[in-house]
């Protein structure tokens, strides 16, 4: 039995006046992965393993890759439901073996018949991302709305073989059916376009530099996701009458803006997505815009919630408190102070790194500057040193940086992939 408690984080004390309301609510799942460990194994859950087989995979390539899909495989409970797409300019379904798209369930059988199919991958065609996110919706629509949908999707080169309108409206079609998590192998695939997809279903994002890297990551995908026992959850968000919720981002493990993902459960309440749990704990990043009110007078600025369905699991207060202290309103909460600053150093590092491939160096130059004053004014070393492969460190304080003239292109990728992972705050 999977339980879940919530807690807020801000300093709710205002000047006289103000409107903005901040907080940070970390959710806390313990529990959740029982249900993978209980006698009935994967049942309820379903996998799609999605493997590029265009000819840029070559022969190198694409026994790597049916290597990496045999890992995953060996990791997907018994009980689970599963199918294997090979995806070029087409995309079509290995395992099964079934003239219409169909799931089978693991056991000794299948798991064994499976890892024999993936041994005829073969490199030939383009690359239609879309085509293979269809696919695998169709696959996903065998199963009850119920189970926990999961797909890896792993891609070596770019997008080329659909428009970048098809690929918007398959990623459209397919989010909120299932969850992905997406990779990409070496240095010819679009950090921005592969990262869309893994945004849209709830997924992350990373690279794999070389082929032989492929198994373990498949491996580690697949083993992380048999352990979320919980399949799709919501963050609720109420906000009394006349306010208005600004936005709601998930800022730990990753980066994620969920605002644009508001349904209305109510005419005060809306829901976010936050697809499956494990025993985890994320940090959201919530604020709520509350009418001016006079000193004195206080507020209960939201109710922060996760609820399974109609179950509402844990709940954390959001308050706002007029003040005419200055050394009460002018606290900034750590935490809203340091996922502020994470998420502007992403923003700079994506920018920053667009700017570059686009030929604007200026531009380039201060945007990856001022990541660097970031990353050095929040201690993050692992990013800093990220950064000093693509650029020269002159004053790290001052973010003075100078572009390196050769860079390897995937330092530049690994650093694009990293930006939305953040640092845990403690509290």
């Given at each position: ?125 383009g690359t239609a991302m879309g085509q293979w996110l269809l696919a695998a ?291």
């Open positions: 039995m999977a339980t879940f408690t919530a807690e807020a984080f801000q300093n709710e004390y205002l000047p006289d006046g103000a409107t903005d309301v901040h907080a940070i609510v970390r959710i806390d799942a313990s529990g959740a992965s029982q249900a993978i460990a209980s006698p009935s194994g994967g049942a309820g859950a379903a996998e799609v393993i999605m493997v590029d087989t265009s000819g840029s995979m070559g022969e190198r390539g694409i026994q790597q890759g049916s290597l990496a899909a045999t890992a995953a495989l060996q990791e997907i409970v018994d009980g689970t439901h599963f199918a294997v797409i090979a995806g070029n300019h087409l995309a079509w379904q290995v395992y099964p073996p079934a003239p219409v798209p169909g799931l089978a369930i693991m056991d000794a059988r299948t798991r064994s018949e499976a890892m024999n199919a993936v041994r005829g991958f073969r490199a030939d065609g919706r169709q696959v996903f629509a065998q199963v009850p709305d119920s189970f926990r949908k999961h797909a890896i999707l792993l891609t070596d080169g770019a997008n080329e073989h659909e428009t970048p309108d098809q690929l918007t409206w398959a990623i459209q079609s397919c989010a909120g059916n299932f969850q992905a998590d997406c990779r990409g192998l070496g240095d010819r695939w679009q950090v921005d376009e592969v990262r869309r997809i893994a945004s849209a279903l709830l997924g992350t994002v990373d690279l794999i530099p070389r082929p032989e890297e492929m198994a373990e990551e498949f491996r580690a995908l697949m083993r992380t996701s048999m352990s979320r026992g919980v399949a799709n959850a919501e963050i609720r968000v109420w906000a009394p009458q006349g306010a208005q919720v600004l936005f709601v981002k998930q800022v730990s493990p990753t980066l994620e803006d969920l605002t644009n993902r508001r349904r209305e459960v109510n005419p005060l309440t809306g829901g976010y997505p936050t697809g499956a749990w494990s025993d985890e704990s994320r940090d959201y990043h919530v604020a709520v815009r509350l009418p001016a009110k006079s000193v004195g007078q206080e507020q209960l600025a939201a109710r922060v919630q996760l609820a399974l369905g109609d179950d509402v699991q844990a709940q954390a207060l959001v308050k706002a408190k007029w003040s005419n202290d200055d050394a009460l309103t002018a606290r900034i909460n750590p935490q809203v102070a340091q996922y502020t600053g994470q998420a502007e150093l992403a923003a700079a590092i994506q920018d920053g790194l667009a700017a570059k491939a686009a030929g604007r160096d200026d531009e380039a130059t201060s945007k990856l500057g001022r990541a660097v004053q970031l990353a050095t004014q929040a201690g993050n070393d692992e990013m800093t040193t990220r950064l000093k492969k693509v650029v020269d460190i002159e004053d790290p304080e001052t973010g003075t940086v100078r572009l390196k003239k050769q860079v390897e292109k995937l330092d530049e990728m690994a650093l694009d992939t990293a930006s939305t992972k953040t640092t845990r705050v403690r509290k």
